[in-house]
């Protein structure tokens, strides 16, 4: 089966590679659509161990590996055991792969697994691939009004609606998204399917600020030009947003985010910085705001995504485009150059 295999820094081959059999508990997949997304982009790019990384603690898994870790699929082989779902089911897969050990997981925080692995990232297979294999447990069965292309948006809607949950935003209060990416965008769709409307997305691309208007959001502000703190006081008579969210990953966006709360807001840090970043403790103490970190998703998180998009409450439009399997590299270069929004792997 053709497949996109990363066999070391900036050298990620499509190939033919043996096509899986699923293992007792496990179900075989024909792969339909496998998202590109940051953590493609770092391990494509990042520099790997001489002869390949160590096996991964949780899963054994080395280099070469088949990328893809949000995607889509249609089962079409049940391994020995499996009763949960049926051959043809149209499924998303939840990635994770974690210890059961560590402090994290005695807490049920399967996502901030301390040995964390990701089917697609350090497994035995991917999404990128006519084919692949996981355990049973991890699918989750699309309704018939969620198509397969949608399915494969769930892993990173699920990543926005777990920071979400983490702001314990309320139906009515108002909020700040700092980023307009996936992530961004994601985090407006959950906002939304929880009754919030007024939010504010700051964004200082012009090409991001359209794609997330082109999906509803109509109060866009350009932090370059405009002064944000301002325009969030005046939408807020002047009380500042209940929450902020950081999805742009940049130490300016998380000091004025925290700026912008109102006393006893929350800022979620759902980005990733690859920078350090200084600020004053202080400006939590005296409103007595918060800063909580959210990582990836738990299983119930992908569920709700779900559910809401057979809600009707997700579009795909203005926002992807879609690439062959031999057009994973050409796209992995574009989106490192901050060029288009989300793309998708059609196998």
């Known amino acids: 089966m053709k497949a996109a295999v990363l066999h070391a820094q900036e050298d990620l081959r499509i190939e033919d590679v043996a096509e899986p059999t699923p293992a007792p508990g496990e179900v075989k997949l024909r792969n339909a659509y496998a998202g590109i997304c940051g953590s493609d982009l770092h391990v494509y790019y990042g520099p790997q161990p001489e002869g390949g990384a160590q096996p991964h603690p949780v899963t054994g898994a080395t280099l070469p590996q088949i990328l893809g870790h949000e995607f889509s699929g249609t089962v079409t082989e049940l391994g020995e055991g499996v009763t949960n779902v049926s051959v043809g089911d149209r499924v998303a897969v939840w990635p994770v792969y ?28 991917g999404g990128m691939a006519e084919f692949t294999t996981v355990p049973a ?130 800022l979620v840090v759902v980005a990733i910085h690859e920078r350090t970043m200084e600020f004053n403790p202080s400006q939590l103490v005296m409103a007595e705001t918060e800063i909580v970190g959210s990582l990836a998703y738990l299983p119930e998180d992908f569920d709700a995504v779900i559910a809401a998009m057979a809600e009707g409450k997700y579009s795909a439009e203005g926002w992807l485009s879609e690439v062959e399997v031999e057009g994973v590299v050409g796209a992995i270069t574009e989106l490192r150059a901050g060029r288009g929004m989300k793309v998708l792997v059609k196998n």
Request: charged content about 20%; glycine content about 12%; some cysteine.
């Open 98 to 125: 974690y210890c059961g050990e560590c402090p994290s997981c005695k807490k049920g925080l399967y996502n901030a697994c301390q040995k964390i692995g990701f089917h697609g990232l350090s497994s035995h297979g």
């Open 137 to 266: 447990s991890k699918v989750h069965v699309l309704p018939e009004s969620v198509d397969l292309r949608m399915g494969a948006l769930v892993e990173p809607m699920a990543v926005a609606w777990h920071a979400v949950e983490r702001s314990g935003v309320k139906a009515g209060q108002t909020a700040l998204i700092a980023g307009a990416g996936p992530i961004g965008i994601g985090v407006w769709f959950a906002l939304r399917a929880r009754g919030v409307e007024t939010i504010i997305v700051s964004e200082p691309s012009e090409e991001r600020r359209a794609a997330i208007g082109a999906v509803g959001a109509d109060i866009l502000v350009d932090p370059l030009s405009e002064n944000l703190i301002e325009r969030i006081l005046e939408l807020t008579d002047g009380q500042g947003v209940d929450v902020a969210f950081d999805a742009a990953g940049a130490g300016p966006a998380v000091i004025t985010a925290i700026a912008s709360l109102t006393p006893a807001g929350r």
